[in-house]
């Protein structure tokens, strides 16, 4: 029997070979490419939606500094309101409790609904008829019998200006025996501030000045003392 050669079904072999190769790295090839289209279009989409998402945020943003500042003037007009309302607790109304007198005066003419009406400690409802209230004059339907006990709590307006009392405030600076400069929260109403180190009462002038809200202390207090504030401030 004849034999082939060998080199020639090599040559057929190479071939061959060669052409699955190249058969496989087009079809690869075009893989690739119709994976590259699809993450370019994924990546579009999602930078399309990150745009979306980051306007979105900025209408947001937006409308929260909006929300924020229209909170803001609320809280500034509720504290202009409220700071020249004054509270009367438990006031006695002017008139005699005798059994025969049904009308009483207040200091005060209260703020409309603010009334708390007492007698011996009871709550009366000015909706039952019990009494009616014009100005600072109450009426009561019927007499009040002798021995018993009447008192007012309301809120009244006043034009004047509101003194509030700040208790104990400890004012914020360093104590470390080398910082003399301390700052309170409010400015003191003039000559109303009492400041105490270690409980013990300091003197204005002496021990130390104050400007405004700032108290500057002639030696400077050391970290184990306590510094401690209180006055009145005007609204």
């Given at each position: 029997?004849?034999?082939?050669?060998?080199?020639?079904?090599?040559?057929?072999?190479n071939?061959?070979k060669?052409?699955?190769?190249?058969?496989?790295t087009?079809?690869?090839?075009?893989?690739?490419?119709?994976?590259?289209?699809d993450?370019?279009?994924a990546?579009?989409?999602?930078?399309?939606s990150?745009?979306?998402?980051?306007?979105?945020?900025?209408?947001v943003?937006?409308?929260?500094?909006s929300?924020?500042?229209?909170i803001?003037?609320?809280?500034?007009?509720?504290?202009?309101?409220?700071s020249?309302?004054?509270?009367?607790?438990?006031?006695?109304?002017?008139?005699?409790i005798d059994?025969?007198n049904?009308?009483?005066?207040?200091?005060?003419?209260?703020?409309?609904?603010?009334?708390?009406?007492?007698?011996?400690?009871?709550l009366?409802?000015?909706?039952n008829n019990?009494?009616?209230?014009?100005g600072?004059?109450?009426?009561?339907?019927?007499?009040?019998?002798?021995?018993?006990?009447?008192?007012?709590?309301?809120?009244?307006?006043?034009?004047?200006p509101?003194?509030v009392?700040?208790?104990?405030?400890?004012?914020?600076?360093?104590?470390?025996?080398?910082?003399?400069?301390?700052?309170?929260r409010?400015?003191?109403?003039?000559?109303?501030?009492?400041?105490?180190?270690n409980?013990?009462?300091?003197?204005?002038?002496g021990?130390y000045?104050?400007?405004?809200?700032?108290?500057?202390?002639?030696?400077?207090?050391?970290?184990?003392m306590?510094l401690?504030?209180?006055?009145?401030?005007?609204?």
């Amino acid at each position: 029997m004849a034999e082939f050669p060998v080199s020639q079904p090599r040559k057929f072999l190479n071939q061959f070979k060669n052409k699955n190769v190249v058969s496989t790295t087009v079809d690869i090839s075009g893989d690739v490419l119709a994976i590259v289209g699809d993450v370019t279009n994924a990546v579009s989409q999602i930078t399309s939606s990150f745009t979306q998402v980051s306007q979105s945020l900025k209408s947001v943003s937006g409308s929260l500094v909006s929300q924020s500042l229209q909170i803001a003037n609320l809280e500034a007009t509720a504290r202009s309101i409220g700071s020249n309302k004054l509270f009367s607790n438990k006031e006695v109304p002017v008139g005699s409790i005798d059994g025969i007198n049904t009308t009483y005066t207040l200091v005060h003419e209260p703020i409309l609904g603010s009334d708390h009406m007492y007698l011996n400690g009871v709550l009366i409802e000015d909706n039952n008829n019990d009494y009616a209230i014009s100005g600072s004059t109450i009426t009561f339907a019927n007499p009040l019998l002798v021995g018993m006990k009447l008192a007012c709590t309301y809120y009244y307006e006043s034009s004047s200006p509101v003194r509030v009392f700040v208790d104990k405030e400890l004012p914020s600076g360093s104590l470390n025996g080398i910082n003399t400069t301390f700052t309170l929260r409010y400015t003191p109403e003039e000559e109303s501030e009492h400041i105490y180190l270690n409980g013990v009462l300091q003197e204005n002038g002496g021990d130390y000045t104050i400007s405004g809200s700032v108290i500057t202390f002639g030696e400077a207090p050391t970290a184990t003392m306590k510094l401690r504030c209180t006055y009145y401030y005007i609204l």
